[in-house]
């Protein structure tokens, strides 16, 4: 991560940010699948903020993907199932720990960020372009995004299962954040 300058401000996440991916589903069978919600549940990371110079602004975030929990559908014996193909065959996280998302760039307009970012999963870093509403309210700063990113494009084989493989989760999955950090001291 870069260093910090005399005039930033540097944010810490905290437990109360919410890091969630939601899948669609697909394949000739689509019907029959469900679409998932997963949250991250161990995460850390900092903001580091130059009000002033918006462009030297960096934010740096790392998931373990061992914490991904997959929340929807309500059955648990089918949460346990897709949990444990999304760790093994998806994800494959004995191999790959963590998810990153490193901005290169950023812009600001108002209370809007304009980031380039590298986002890491499973080994491969593909550049993202989320838009970025911000608040800064005393010591809390929130920010919050949706972006969407093909699965392929990560190396990662979306899930197929049912006959044939005939229920598929889609390529396309959504990242929604909502993080929360407080000022360092």
Known sequence: MQATGPDSVVYDLTPASRF???????GLLGFAGHEHLIQARTFSGRVVLYINQPALSHVAITIATESLAV???PDTAEIRKVTAAMQD???????????????????????????????????KTQDVTPVVRISLAGDTLRAA?????????????PYRGGPGGT???????????????????
């Open 71 to 73: 929340l929807t559908p």
């Open 145 to 157: 995004t949706v972006f969407k990113v093909k699965q392929t494009d990560f190396g990662i084989r």
């Open 89 to 123: 065959d998806v994800l494959d996280v004995g191999h790959y720990a963590e998810i990153t998302f490193i901005s290169r760039t950023v812009e600001r307009s108002g209370d809007t960020l304009h980031l380039v970012a590298a986002l890491t999963m499973k080994g």
């Open 20 to 26: 969630e991916v939601r899948t669609g589903k697909a």
């Open 167 to 185: 229920v598929r989760v889609a390529d396309a999955v959504t990242f929604d954040i909502d993080a929360v950090a407080l000022r360092r001291r």
